[in-house]
């Protein structure tokens, strides 16, 4: 009975243990197209999350990763008003269809309207009769009017240009460009104003082409959520959450998965599970209609489940067996944690997954929580596990203790990363190291690489010749960085 455990007992893989091969190849690098989904029903350009972890993910971060093409996940460490002040954050930083439309009647006086302005920071105002949309009055028609002219009817414009609102954004930007307007106020069969697009929003718009928007123009937001907490998610979603991650060490658990089958009737968005490391997991998780899987049982920088709990599976293995079953069914999985080189991210494409999603690689970078920290003349950045005690002590999170008790069994580590500047650059480095194997491999595509390439089992001398070696580095280059933590 014993014995016969170790008679057919697998071997696990993880990045450092296998390459991909080398193929003939007929891909030109600006052929080759890096957008991949993240979950069924969102896409993006970037491939990439960053994580739910208290010094990773918050507003800043996910709006930087949303313009960069990728996706944020907003940590649960906080009440639900915070994080949901965070997602909202984000989803207001570019909306090119503003919903919330401020409006003003021709009996509305000049004084008024000026107020109205300096403090909600708008530049006009569409004006209502009844519900009617007569005119529109803008700082300029204010700015040489006399004292006589008391109320917005005296100023405004009232030949008012507006569009219905299912018009197209590109067909709106023609309207404002063509009639040199600055607002275009939308409205529905009735003739209410249901929206309003600003020059201003679209020309913000254009500066980040590749961003990942959702249908009215605002930036992709993720955000964590217990796997208990139905109330936060449902909260979350109200507030704008493309995607509701249900963040927990083992998701593969009957309470976990029963609470998962009532969220799924409470929520409409895309359902990341997860964490999960096998088959198993994936068949039971994917038969509550998830929407992604987040595959990873203590690859993590900062994770000790493996050492204190003995649990886990490495990495590619875990990618591979989770993927095989969740392919059958078109869900993506979301490899988690582990990623310390860009050619981690080009492997598990490989080995089955979708995305990925990266916790240290992104703590360093400015848009991370938390200010720089100085080491031995070195720039670092705080990183920590959310399974470590100072982020159980100071949470509100369950990931892997239980909140509000004095002990615990901590499974996950604190400490400092190398300050990376600003997350673009690192992302830009990341996908140019994806971008490069994918070459190498000859895909075209995520698809391709993730169902044509080959790998090769590599030995540990293997691994020390794919290092440099018989060298002391005297630069080392931003996508390389081999950092001496003792
Ligand atoms: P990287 O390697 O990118 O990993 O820093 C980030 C992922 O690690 C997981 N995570 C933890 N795992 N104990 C763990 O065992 C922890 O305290 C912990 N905190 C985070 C998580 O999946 C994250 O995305």
């Known amino acids: 009975m014993f014995k016969e455990k170790f008679q057919s007992i697998r071997e696990g893989l993880t990045y450092d243990d296998v390459l991909l091969v080398p193929s003939r190849t007929a891909v030109e690098p600006k052929e080759i197209d890096v957008s991949s989904r993240v979950s069924r029903h969102i896409q993006v350009k970037i491939p990439l999350l960053s994580s739910p972890m208290d010094t990773v993910t918050e507003a800043q971060m996910a709006i930087s990763m949303a313009r960069a093409g990728a996706i944020g996940v907003i940590h649960r460490n906080l009440t639900v008003n915070q994080q949901a002040m965070m997602v909202r954050n984000v989803k207001r930083e570019e909306s090119i269809i503003i919903r919330n439309v401020h409006t003003v009647s021709p009996d509305t006086t000049i004084q008024e309207v000026r107020n109205i302005m300096g403090t909600k920071k708008i530049g006009g105002l569409p004006v209502l009769e009844g519900d009617k949309l007569v005119g529109i009055v803008t700082k300029r028609d204010l700015e040489f009017a006399g004292k006589q002219v008391k109320n917005v009817g005296d100023v405004m414009v009232r030949k008012v240009i507006s569009a219905r609102d299912n018009i197209k954004i590109d067909e709106a930007v023609e309207i404002l460009y063509k009639n040199r307007i600055e607002k275009l106020p939308l409205v529905d069969s009735k003739g209410r104003v249901v929206g309003l697009i600003t020059a201003k929003d679209i020309a913000t718009r254009q500066k980040f082409p590749t961003a990942s928007r959702d249908e009215e123009g605002q930036l992709l937001v993720g955000a964590a959520v217990g796997p208990f907490d139905i109330e936060r998610a449902v909260t979350l979603e109200k507030e704008g959450a493309n995607l509701i991650v249900v963040d927990t060490a083992h998701a593969h658990n009957q309470n976990v998965m029963n609470s998962i089958k009532k969220m799924r009737k409470e929520v409409s968005v895309d359902i990341m599970a997860g964490n999960i490391a096998t088959a198993e997991a994936a068949q039971d998780l994917i038969s509550l209609d998830v929407d992604a899987l987040r595959v990873g049982i203590g690859p993590g920088s900062i994770c000790t ?40 991210i080009v492997k598990a494409f490989g080995a089955g997954a979708s995305s990925v999603m990266l916790g240290s690689l992104f703590a360093g970078t400015d848009e991370s929580p938390g200010n720089e920290i100085i080491i031995s003349g070195r720039k670092y950045k705080a990183y920590r596990g959310m399974g470590s005690i100072g982020a159980i002590q100071t949470g509100l999170s369950d990931r892997y203790g239980k909140v509000g008790s004095s002990k615990f069994v901590a499974e996950g580590v604190e400490g400092a990363v190398p300050y990376r500047g600003k997350v673009d650059e690192v992302i830009y480095q990341l996908i140019g190291g994806l971008r490069s194997g994918m070459g190498y491999v000859g895909a075209k595509n995520i698809e391709d690489l993730r169902k044509n390439s080959r790998f090769v089992r590599i030995t540990g001398n293997g691994l020390r010749e794919s290092h440099p070696h018989d060298i002391r580095i005297t630069a080392e280059p931003p996508n390389y960085q081999l950092y001496n933590y003792s």
């Open 305 to 344: 489940t493996r050492i204190i709990a003995g649990i886990g599976v490495p990495q590619i293995t875990a990618i591979s067996d989770t993927a095989e079953v969740a392919s059958e069914h078109g869900v993506p999985v979301v490899a988690d944690g582990g990623i310390r080189f860009s050619g981690d």
